[in-house]
């Protein structure tokens, strides 16, 4: 028996792979030294019977010791060792490295798989449906509802706009004459002037629309906001003269700028649409011959040139007394209608969502 067989250790049970990787790197740097060893058989100086490793020995120096104590051999057999060992490790990574790839792949290809199975069968079955069902499956009444359906789908629908909400829309209420210039505008012998006609309508009309839902701004005579001031309308509450002309002038007067006639067709409508309600509820008739502080208001040039605006002479302080100072409500509802109704310009007439105040109401 060989000095290897006598080596093995005496349990027969399973031995770990790197153990008889060991024994065969083991062997071969045996029979390497044996191939290099001379034919004399005498020791060596260098090597003495002493120096000779024990029968039954691990040649391989034991781990963790020095390079620098171990002799040539044992650095040759120990970097022999570490670098079969490195490969070692370096080729289960790789194959487990594989494995995983080859899991992902048969993964993906198995969904793929299955995806391509279901839209076969999907069309398999529909096909066959298709062949092999009668006419008389589906009724004559879902059929005719089906044609109705399609001919739905293929008709063309035009959108429509959605209607501008009201807080949207800002509109500006001038009450004529008020602010810090303290300018009472035209003035009776008693002392009532035209200022307060003017805001009494005017807070009013504001209370009125933004009860509508809409941006409001109640503007003074020569309001710093009036400078390119931007609104979907704009209204100058003004009252006539109280001069006494020896016969009863009563009446309402409305204007736009005649400078913006020809560029602002807005103006126009707005005018017509606010005469045109506030005789309906004040009962006064309109007067012609607009003076040229109307038609050359010095707001309109002020306003953006885009801001459609008019202004109104709601009466004259003397005839119309009694209406503008004991129903400024009524005159006010008929302001706010005929901003609505221009607002609302593509309706006939226009929409009032809100009673008119009561008598005495501020």
């Not at 171990?70 to 970097?79: N, P, Y």
């Not at 602010?179 to 006609?197: F, H, K, Q, S, Y």
Request: charged letters at 20%; aromatic letters at 6%.
């Amino acid at each position: 028996m060989s000095d290897e067989e006598t080596q093995q250790p005496e349990n027969s049970g399973e031995v770990p792979a790197s153990v008889t990787f060991m024994e065969l790197m083991r062997r071969a740097a045996s029979q390497s030294q044996e191939n290099d060893s001379p034919t004399d058989s005498s020791p060596s100086p260098a090597t003495t019977p002493a120096e000779a490793p024990p029968a039954g020995q691990d040649p391989t120096p034991p781990p963790g010791t020095p390079m620098a104590l171990l002799s040539e051999e044992d650095r040759a057999r120990k970097l022999t060792y570490d670098t079969a060992l490195e490969a070692e490790r370096v080729r289960r990574v790789q194959r487990r490295r594989a494995r995983r790839r080859r899991s992902a792949v048969s993964l993906v290809g198995g969904f793929v798989r299955t995806l391509i199975v279901v839209f076969a069968a999907a069309g398999l079955m529909a096909t066959i449906f298709t062949w092999w069902t009668p006419s008389q499956f589906i009724t004559s009444e879902v059929r005719s509802e089906l044609s109705v359906a399609q001919a739905t789908s293929q008709a063309t629908v035009e959108p429509t706009g959605l209607p501008t909400p009201n807080w949207f829309r800002r509109i500006g209420i001038v009450s004529g004459h008020r602010g810090p210039e303290a300018d009472p505008g035209a003035v009776c012998p008693d002392g009532l002037t035209e200022a307060e006609i003017n805001f009494e309508v005017a807070q009013r009309v504001v209370r009125n629309l933004r009860g509508l839902g809409y941006s409001v701004d109640l503007l003074d005579e020569f309001d710093s906001r009036l400078d390119n001031y931007q609104a979907a309308a704009l209204v100058s509450i003004h009252a006539n003269t109280c001069q006494d002309w020896g016969e009863v002038v009563s009446g309402y007067l409305i204007a736009a700028a005649a400078a913006r006639a020809t560029t602002n067709a807005q103006d126009g409508l707005l005018v017509d649409c606010v005469a045109r309600y506030y005789q309906q509820a004040s009962g006064l008739q309109r007067r012609d011959g607009a003076t040229v502080d109307m038609t050359d208001y010095h707001t309109f040039r002020e306003i953006s040139p885009l801001t459609p605006a008019t202004i109104i002479e709601l009466g004259f302080l003397l005839a119309d007394r009694n209406l503008l100072t004991q129903q400024p409500d009524l005159l006010a509802q008929g302001i706010t209608d005929g901003i609505v109704c221009f607002l609302n310009s593509d309706q006939s007439t226009a929409e009032v969502t809100q009673p008119p105040p009561q008598q005495g109401e501020s």
